[in-house]
C-alpha cells in the first residue's frame, strides 16, 4: 500500500499501536493524499512502473494494491491486473476507480493467497512489505503464485532513514518497529511498521527461493521539478525508498512457460 507524503516532523509513538495501520479509518483521505503529491506520483508510482517495464500481456498481482493508482497503471499499460487488499474501504475505493476492468479480492498478506500456483507472471508490492514483522511466509506465498521466471517487484522504506527515526539508535541489525501517527483533517491516525537491515531484506528474499534481479535507489519525475522545487531537491539528492526486482528461477528444464 502506498504511503503518504507529509508525516509529522516527529515520529511520536503511538498511544495505540494495537489499533495501528487501520486503513479503513481514513481511507478516502488517504486516497485523496496520495493521488498527485509527490513522493507517490512523482517517485514510488513512477518507479515501479520503469522497473516493471513492457507489461502488455502480462498477469499481475497487485499485492496491497489500495485504492488502485498502481494497478491504473499498469493496466493502462496493457496488464492483466489482480488486486489484493486487507482494507475493505480501500477496495471499494479501488472498485470505483478501476471499475470492471481488474478483479479485486479482500486478501490479508499475512495469510495463504487465494490464487493457484503459477498464476501470475509478476507480483508488485509497492510499499507494503515493511508492515509485517515476518517476511517469510509472505515471500513464500508471493513466490508460489508466480511462474516460473516470474518476477516481485517491491519497494520499502529505505533502511537508511528507517534506522534515523529514533534517538538513540537502535541496532540495526535488529529487526524492531517503530511507531508513529499520520495526520488527515486534523484527526491523527497510528501507524506502525517494521524495519530491517538490507541484508535481512536480502537473505528473506532468496530464503523464500527468489533470486536477486536489481536494486534500485530511483531519482523523482523530473516533471516534479517546477511542481515540488524544494520537495524533489530533497527527494533527488537523500534516501526515501528501496526498490527491489526478484526473480523466480526458470524451472529445470529452462521453460518459463505461463500455466
Known amino acids: 500500500m502506498e504511503r503518504v507524503t507529509d508525516v509529522p516532523e516527529a515520529f511520536a509513538q503511538s498511544a495505540d499501536p494495537a489499533r495501528a495501520n487501520d486503513y479503513d479509518s481514513f481511507a478516502e483521505a488517504y486516497s485523496v493524499e496520495n493521488e498527485d ?5 512523482y517517485y514510488a508510482r513512477p518507479a515501479m512502473v520503469a522497473l516493471a517495464g513492457d507489461v502488455a500481456g502480462r498477469r ?21 491486473v489482480t488486486g489484493i ?3 475493505p474501504a480501500m ?11 481488474v478483479a479485486l479480492h479482500l486478501a490479508d498478506l499475512g495469510e495463504r493467497l487465494p490464487f493457484g500456483d503459477g498464476v501470475f ?5 509497492s510499499l507494503v512489505l515493511h508492515y509485517l514483522e515476518d517476511w517469510g511466509p509472505t515471500l513464500a506465498e508471493m513466490r508460489r503464485v508466480l511462474r516460473p521466471g516470474g518476477r516481485l517487484i517491491a519497494s520499502v522504506d529505505h533502511p537508511f532513514v528507517a534506522y534515523t527515526i529514533e ?3 537502535p541496532d540495526y541489525f535488529a529487526t524492531t518497529s517503530y511507531s508513529f501517527d499520520w495526520t488527515f483533517d486534523g484527526r491523527s491516525f497510528p501507524m506502525r511498521f517494521w524495519r530491517r537491515s538490507l541484508q535481512a531484506m536480502v537473505d528473506a528474499f532468496t530464503t523464500a527461493g527468489f533470486r536477486l534481479s536489481a536494486i534500485s535507489e530511483p531519482q523523482p519525475d523530473s516533471a516534479a521539478r517546477e511542481l515540488f522545487p524544494d520537495g524533489f531537491h530533497d527527494l533527488s539528492t537523500k534516501a526515501c525508498f528501496l526498490f527491489f526486482v526478484v526473480e523466480v528461477p526458470p ?3 529452462g521453460s518459463d512457460d505461463r500455466s
Open 37 to 41: 503529491n509527490l513522493v507517490n506520483a
Open 60 to 80: 499481475i498481482l497487485d499485492a496491497g494494491c489500495g485504492s488502485g493508482p498502481l494497478s491504473a497503471a499498469l493496466r493502462d499499460r496493457g496488464a492483466v
Open 85 to 87: 487488499d486487507a482494507s
Open 91 to 101: 477496495l471499494a475505493l479501488a472498485r470505483r476507480r478501476l471499475g470492471d476492468d
Open 121 to 125: 507472471d509478476d507480483v508488485v508490492a
Open 167 to 169: 534517538d538513540p539508535r
Open 251 to 253: 524451472s529445470a528444464t
